[in-house]
């Protein structure tokens, strides 16, 4: 066995892309500018596939599959946007909005909220099923930040962020299904957990969920890009 | 050509979409060109008319009368629009939805009250349950998110149904904007 890196060669929109092997289809499609909307992944972290944004079709299967996590494989054609997968995708976001309270009007992230740009994006002018409006909590027990629940999406950002790259592993998931909430600790407020204070969380959460007290509205855009600079800092080391 | 017969609702919203419709200025006047306000809370028709071509609702229905109102609407309008969030979403309205009308009336009209503690009862409409945007309701044909929606959003909307253009909403405004 060689160290050569395998390359494979598939298709994406019609378009012949090389690849190395064990890349993902997101990675690949990315490299060549090919635009596939996500939600749950960012630059930096592992995948989940949690969102189902990026749903992907591949010739010869039925089944969709998520870019984030699908690995290329050789003479793959792959399609990012079709009118069936754009029905998905606005369908997904729709059951975002439905699920909890996101009023953007009021929302400390209107103006610079993924969820909200990619309903944009989407063309999603308006949510077919019924909200649900449920009640749910807003930690403000933290000195620096706030935990808002009617905004989070379950994305599972700020868990990951916390684990793979501040090592706290402060931030994880309680419940099941509809029930899920993100919890600090053991389900403690986040103000007397064993939060180090990082802060990462709050840029890489998508929305409102979480934000800095005194740092709300348009003029205070989050910034995930330092996720890749510091995954870049440790390889190096 | 005879102008098209526009009607503008305010159900449950706080009137900022009315005011985004003035401030297209001085572009209201070239509007009137091609559409006439036949019903609106801005003139002094006091009933709906029998036949509208255009009906821009703002607000949410919260109320037995908004109900009312936008079964009544629907009844005698060609291309409904739900003008903001409110209509389209249920916006602020709809923050009500998790704790229900009862303890929101008691927070207005007995907690944060000296004197006279009572919740109205008479002459005005009872709440719903749920403060829902008015597609739960009825059929809406154009769904015009923002809050509010600009002045130049509702000019390009408008001028687009009245000439027959084919118009992208989402390339206009959004959810919030």
């Known amino acids: 066995m060689t160290d050569a890196v395998e390359v494979k060669t598939l298709i994406i929109d019609d378009q012949e892309v090389s690849a190395r092997r064990g890349q993902t289809i997101l990675e690949v499609a990315r490299e060549h500018d090919i635009h596939i909307p996500t939600l749950c992944h960012v630059e930096g972290l592992s995948n989940v596939g949690a969102c189902r944004l990026c749903l992907v079709e591949i010739k010869g299967s039925n089944k969709l599959l998520p870019a984030c996590v699908a690995t290329v494989f050789e ?5 990012t946007n079709s009118e069936r997968l754009r029905r998905h995708r606005r369908t997904i976001l729709e059951l975002l909005f439905a699920e909890r309270n996101h009023i953007c009007s009021v929302c400390v992230s209107n103006g610079h909220c993924e969820l909200q740009t990619l309903a944009q994006e989407q063309g999603l002018t308006h949510v077919r099923m019924p909200y649900r409006n449920p009640q ?7 000195d620096r930040f706030t935990a808002d629940h009617n905004r989070c999406i379950l994305c599972t950002r700020c868990v990951r962020v916390c684990a ?36 990462k969380c709050v840029q890489v959460c998508p929305t409102g969920a979480l934000f800095e007290k005194s740092k709300i509205g348009t003029d205070n855009p989050k910034n995930p890009d330092f996720l890749p600079y510091l995954n870049l800092m440790r390889e190096a080391r | 050509m005879s102008k098209l017969k526009v009607a503008t609702v305010w159900l449950d919203g706080c009137s900022g979409c009315h005011m985004s419709f003035l401030d297209m200025d001085e572009r209201l006047l070239e509007l009137a060109e091609l559409i ?7 003139v002094d028709a006091k009933e709906f008319p029998g036949e509208v071509d255009i009906a821009l609702v703002e607000g949410a229905v919260a109320s037995v009368d908004d109900e009312k109102k936008i079964k009544k609407v629907r009844a005698h309008t060609r291309t409904l629009v739900a003008m903001g969030d409110c209509a389209v979403a249920g916006n602020v309205p709809s923050m009500r939805n998790p704790f229900g009308p009862e303890a929101i009336l008691n927070r207005a009209y007995i907690e944060n009250t000296t004197t006279q503690q009572q919740i109205p009862c008479v002459v005005v409409p009872n709440l719903l349950k749920v403060v829902r945007p008015i597609h739960e309701f009825v059929k809406v044909d154009i769904f015009l998110p923002g809050c509010p929606p600009s002045a130049n959003t509702l000019y390009t909307v408008l001028t687009a149904l009245a000439t027959g253009q084919p118009v992208d909403i989402s390339s206009l405004t959004r959810f919030g904007a």
């Open chain 1, 136 to 142: 749910l909590s807003v930690d403000a027990s933290h």
């Open chain 2, 36 to 42: 006439e306000i036949v019903y609106s809370p801005i």
């Open chain 1, 164 to 199: 793979e790259i501040e090592g706290a592993h402060v931030w994880d998931v309680m419940g099941r299904g509809i029930n899920s909430i993100v919890i600090t600790d053991l389900h403690q407020d986040w103000g007397s957990s064993t939060c180090t204070r990082c802060g």
């Open chain 1, 75 to 79: 003479g793959m054609e792959v399609v």
